[in-house]
């Protein structure tokens, strides 16, 4: 009997392991979701992101270019072509969220300074 069940995950569903170091660049934790939320607006950046690579992710923020890392870089290019490239930075927690957040949930990445060393997913 043929299985009508997609063994992909769905659209929305991050691709490839879960990472479960919860450190700067690695997957975003909900309760660090949830404090993002709850702090000042000076913690908050309109950001646009103007490129996605295997090395990281560069953002305008005003008149400057920012860099940073994130192991899902692969997912973020996703994100940022389907969802655009404005977005807001919690710069307390470094966690990127997409214009298309909360109603798409995986699109909030937790992004590491580029010139600071990311541990490895584990």
């Known amino acids: ?49 103007l490129g996605v690579d295997d090395g990281g992710v560069t953002l305008a923020d005003g008149d400057e270019l920012v860099r940073f890392t994130t192991h899902d870089h692969a997912d973020l290019a996703r994100a940022v072509t389907d969802a655009g490239p404005q977005a807001h930075l919690n710069t307390r927690f470094g966690y990127l969220f997409l214009a298309s957040w909360p109603r798409d949930p995986e699109a909030v990445f937790s992004l590491c300074p580029a010139d600071q060393p990311c541990p490895p997913c584990g």
Do not use: K, Q, Y
Not at 8 to 19: E, F, I, L, Y
């Open 1 to 49: 009997m043929p299985n009508d069940v997609d063994p992909r995950p769905s659209a929305g569903a991050r691709s490839g392991t879960p990472c479960t170091r919860r450190t700067a660049g690695h997957t975003p934790h909900r309760a660090t979701i949830l404090l993002c939320h709850t702090g000042a607006l000076a913690e908050w950046r309109s950001v646009f992101v």
